[in-house]
């Protein structure tokens, strides 16, 4: 069965801490995989992609994602966390219906 | 230009009663999404639309649940006979594509259901 694992369910920084988010996928196939965020009062956008090629994806806002396929991975990272990063953060996989992670809610301190 | 749109964005519903709940997915995407969002938990897929037909229902938890777009545009998400479970919040997505690498799924606002 198709399944996204993300190791945190809540993360605290203190502004301009590095942020590591970790995600892990079970899936069969052809693999696309998105990280997706949700600010507070919005709904979900999103981060950024992967569906082929170099596996350093980045994204908006200062977002990097690496996919190491050997480890089934593909964790999100910022060199240097804001405070307007609050939000939750999903990791998720598939082609057309997407398979969800839980959500890492980030609380980033001013 | 408009995103998703859904209505309501809250309901409020006894038990056993029917609702339904409505998308209004980007202009010009074929593709639709329905996923529910119980507390705590990512979205869990319901049923994916390509056009006017129902491309994946595997989602669906059972058969209170049905979800239409009769014209390849707005799309109804109706449950009936509602249950405390059903609570949650269902969320609608649409892409101009449904694969290939510009794919990316842009989502509405939730409609939160609430069932006493």
């Known amino acids: 069965a198709q399944s996204v694992s993300q190791h945190n369910h809540h993360v605290i920084l203190s502004e301009a801490a590095s942020l590591e988010l970790g995600c892990n996928y079970s899936?069969?196939?052809?693999?696309?995989l998105f990280w997706y965020v949700q600010y507070p009062g919005q709904h979900l956008q999103l981060l950024l992609k992967y569906f082929s090629g170099d596996p350093l994806v980045k994204g908006i806002k200062g977002f990097e994602a690496e996919f190491i396929k050997s480890k089934f991975s593909f964790n999100l990272r910022k060199p240097s966390v804001q405070w307007s990063d609050t939000a939750e953060y999903f990791c998720a996989v598939g082609v057309g219906k997407l398979v969800f992670g839980a959500g890492t809610i980030l609380r980033v301190k001013s | 230009g408009a995103g998703v749109s859904q209505t309501p964005s809250n309901k409020v519903t006894e038990k056993g009663k029917y609702v339904e709940l409505r998308c209004d997915p980007i202009?010009?995407?074929?593709?639709l999404y329905w996923y529910r969002q119980s507390l705590g938990q990512g979205p869990e897929f319901l049923i994916y639309?390509?056009?006017?037909?129902?491309?994946?229902d595997s989602g669906l938890p059972n058969d209170r649940f049905f979800a239409v777009r009769p014209e390849g545009s707005v799309s109804t998400l109706k449950i009936q006979r509602t249950e405390r479970g059903d609570s949650a919040v269902y969320l609608c997505?649409?892409?101009?594509?449904?694969?290939?690498?510009?794919?990316?799924?842009?989502f509405g606002p939730g409609t939160r259901l609430t069932v006493t």
């Open positions: 997505a649409s892409s101009p594509y449904p694969t290939g690498p510009s794919y990316e799924q842009y």
């Open positions: 639309f390509q056009g006017t037909g129902a491309a994946d």
């Open positions: 899936y069969g196939g052809t693999v696309n």
């Open positions: 202009s010009g995407h074929t593709a």
